[in-house]
């Protein structure tokens, strides 16, 4: 077993949950964060969902790569799976990212099963704002879930004009749409 990498785009960024050795800023080309998977357990119900990030196809995400050791490899795995497929809506895969340093790595990351019913598509920014807001699932409230990774975004230097304006209208008393 050898050393191996995992790619994070959403509260993976702030919240990996499993031991690595580095982070590095890297991005994954063919597939974009998106705001795209009804959370019917981490932030939502079935209910009353609510919505997290996926990795939609097209595009380009920047996100952080993170080393694991080859030691830690299966608990890993197994770990993201336990996470990441509680429903079954993400697809695992191994794809191609470059990390910052210019090296390309192979990372194990979970795109989106767009034939999934909590495949939520590409929903207006208004539209996901409605569906956030007073969303809450096992792993707390949806809103926080969104500014979480708003902040860690802007922490990176990663700009995404929807998470933003996402994270604007989700700020304790803001009454803004714009």
Known sequence: MSDFWVFGYGSLMWNPGFEHMRAKPAVLHGAHRALCVYSWV?????????????????????????HVHSDNREETIAYLRAREQVTMVYLEHWRKVRLNTGKTVTALTYMVDRDHPQ????????????????????????????????????????????????????????????
Do not use: K
Not at 44 to 64: K, N, Q, S, Y
Not at 126 to 133: N, P, S
Not at 150 to 157: C, D, I, K, R, Y
């Open 119 to 178: 495949y939520a598509g590409a929903l207006p920014l208004d539209e996901q704002l409605e569906v956030v807001r007073g969303a809450s699932g096992q792993s707390g409230e949806n809103p926080d879930y969104v500014l979480n990774t708003a902040a860690h975004l802007a922490e990176l230097g990663i700009a995404d004009a929807g998470v933003a304006w996402l994270a604007r209208n989700l700020m304790p008393h803001s009454g803004a749409s714009g």
């Open 42 to 66: 981490h932030r939502g119900t079935r209910e009353r969902p609510g919505l997290v990030f996926g990795l939609d196809r097209g595009g380009a995400c920047r996100g952080l790569a993170y």
